[in-house]
């Protein structure tokens, strides 16, 4: 029964309690309850050290808790198990290394695509083949992908979740806020299933709407409020009420890590940063930044805060961050490093440069 498993999963393990704790921790993981799902991951590790599946997916709860260095040493410890796993564990395991670690997206869906070519209702090659298409920003491919997914596990709540977000992220927002409906009449605990509402309300110029939909999204679950801190600082950012976004922002970056998620708290900064531009206080807009790239250096954070830097006339700042991501190893990196630099020279009146490096940046 694909309810009692996760996601209609088969993997190794070497006791009946690491495989019970380990389905608990699955279950509570596909629901979006990754905080929760960390004590069954642990336990069913310690009923089998050696349950190489046990440690990715605990890995990967905290990955999508924003704490990312934990994850990393989980990961270490997983990919040291590959050999006692099967075929498909380990198509599994390296395709979510590839995104959660190495940020070798290509390389993810490769897997994912090896996965589902020699295990065709294998669900989650293909949900997590839509994930890596989400983090190569190819948005219409991660719907795809989601969609694949959905034809197979029609009742999974997560996976029509996710094909509403990527087809919100695709630009079809009365799709995804079709699909979301449908998820929350499932599960109203699901507070994710929100955000498509709220976009599909923003592109219709429908404000309140929006509004509304993420003060039901802050009401859906505890996990939910921090996350709807910021999209409320979104809608104010976009209507130009800078100071309602100072104020929201203020508060919600205070202790707000939401069990270590410093991805969050980073945007947070970022978005704090740019409303403090908004209101002409560059001062506050250079410390927000200053505390958002030390809670963060990844391209989620380097990029925008460059672009922030730009804005200030702060081309050596930016300039600094072009450099850093241009000797990444990942091609999206070195892209955006270059996009930065065509947006330096555009500040700086250099207009065959910025040409050029914007050029190289989309090729």
Do not use: C
């Amino acid at each position: 029964d694909d309810a009692d498993r996760p996601l209609g999963e088969t993997f190794t393990a070497g006791s009946l309690e690491a495989v019970k704790n380990y389905t608990k921790a699955q279950n509570l993981a596909a629901s979006g309850r990754y905080d929760e799902s960390i004590t069954f991951y642990e336990q069913a590790i310690a009923a089998d050290g050696d349950f190489g599946r046990a440690y990715s997916g605990w890995a990967l709860a905290l990955f999508y808790l924003g704490r990312e260095e934990e994850a990393a040493a989980l990961w270490e410890r997983a990919l040291t198990e590959m050999d006692t796993m099967s075929e498909r564990e380990r198509l599994r395991t390296l395709g979510l290394y590839y995104i959660a670690i190495a940020g070798d997206y290509p390389k993810a869906v490769e897997s994912y695509q090896a996965l589902v070519e020699k295990f065709p209702a294998d669900n989650t090659g293909h949900n997590n083949m839509a994930i890596a298409y989400y983090f190569m920003l190819d948005f219409r491919k991660a719907m795809e992908s989601a969609g694949e997914g959905l034809k197979i596990y029609p009742s999974n709540k997560t996976v029509r979740q996710n094909y509403a977000l990527f087809a919100m992220l695709a630009g079809e927002f009365e799709e995804g806020a079709k699909y979301a409906r449908e998820v929350l009449e499932m599960d109203s605990g699901i507070w994710k299933a929100w955000q498509p509402i709220a976009m599909e309300k923003l592109a219709s110029g429908d404000i309140a709407g929006a509004k509304d939909a993420y003060a039901s999204m802050g009401k859906a679950s505890s996990r939910g409020g921090p996350f709807a801190n910021l999209g409320l600082a979104d809608i104010a950012l976009y209507t130009g009420d800078y100071a309602e976004a100072v104020e929201l922002l203020e508060e919600g970056v205070k202790g707000d890590t939401v069990g270590g998620n410093l991805r969050l708290l980073g945007r947070k900064y970022l978005a704090l940063a740019e409303a403090h531009l908004g209101l002409g206080d560059e001062v506050g807009a250079r410390e927000a930044l200053t505390q958002a790239l030390d809670v963060q250096q990844g391209d989620g954070q380097l990029v925008p805060a460059a672009l922030l830097y730009v804005e200030l006339g702060d081309t050596a700042a930016a300039g600094e961050i072009a450099n850093t991501l241009v000797q990444q190893l990942q091609p999206k990196s070195r892209s955006f490093g270059r996009v930065i630099q065509g947006a330096i020279a555009i500040k700086e009146e250099r207009y065959a440069d910025a040409v050029d490096s914007i050029r190289a940046g989309i090729a």
